[in-house]
Structures are given as structure tokens and as C-alpha cells.
């Protein structure tokens, strides 16, 4: 079992930045592969980034691309989510996901077994 809390969300005006945090915990999640997604208001949830714990699998979605950066504290078993720039398009819901096994690609949300909370992050103009 896995379990992660994510936290950093708020309020930014377009331009700014944030750095989401996902902390991690369970006896080996270590060995699995870790994605951000987002989810706007009546819109399908969409990969943001991924990362494995040793640097790998690590890919971006092309909307976010030189605007985020994904990262891992290994020592503290949490993921970050820095992201520049921030625009309105950006307003969503994020989540924390983590997959044991990814036989086809991280940017697929039915790859991943566990789940966050999510945090809400809200770009203003």
C-alpha cells in the first residue's frame, strides 16, 4: 500500500510560480514510478510529468514543457512540481499518482495504482 499527500497549491497570479509537493509512503515506494496530473472543471484528467525515483521515465507533457520541472527528494520520499510561468490555462486540480508497473506509458492515468488527495492551483489574470 502507498500513500501520498500532496500540498503546495493556492492562488497565483498569471506570470508567478508554485512548487507542488507529494509525500510518499509505504514499504516500497521506492520501486515506483511517480506522475503529476491535473484536472480542470469538465475536462478529462491529463498527465502534467513523470519521474522514477533513480531519474528516470522522466517525460512532460508538451503544454507544460520548459515550464515545469519534476523532481524527487529521495531521502524525504517526496516528489515536487515547480512550476514557472504559471497561466491561466494551468487552473486545476493536481494529483500525485504512483505506478508499481508501467507497461505502456506514464503519460496513461490507468497505469497508475495509487492516488493523492490533490491540490488546488488557481492562476488568476
Known amino acids: 500500500q502507498v500513500q501520498l499527500v500532496e500540498s503546495g497549491g493556492g492562488l497565483v497570479q498569471s506570470g508567478g510560480s508554485l512548487k507542488l509537493s507529494c509525500e510518499a509512503s509505504?514499504?516500497?515506494?521506492?520501486?515506483?514510478?511517480m506522475g503529476w496530473f491535473r484536472q480542470a472543471p469538465g475536462k478529462e484528467r491529463e498527465f502534467v510529468a513523470s519521474?522514477?525515483?533513480?531519474?528516470?521515465?522522466?517525460y512532460y507533457a508538451n503544454s507544460v514543457k520548459g515550464r515545469v520541472t519534476i523532481s524527487t527528494n529521495n531521502a524525504k520520499n517526496t516528489v515536487y512540481l515547480q512550476m514557472n510561468n504559471l497561466k491561466p490555462e494551468d487552473t486545476a486540480l493536481y494529483y500525485c499518482?504512483?505506478?508499481?508497473?508501467?507497461?505502456?506509458?506514464?503519460?496513461?492515468?490507468?497505469?497508475?495504482?495509487?492516488w493523492g488527495q490533490g491540490t488546488q492551483v488557481t492562476v488568476s489574470t
Open positions: 499518482a504512483a505506478a508499481q508497473v508501467v507497461e505502456t506509458t506514464t503519460e496513461d492515468r490507468y497505469e497508475y495504482d495509487y
Open positions: 509505504g514499504r516500497t515506494v521506492s520501486s515506483y514510478v
Open positions: 519521474v522514477s525515483w533513480s531519474g528516470g521515465r522522466l
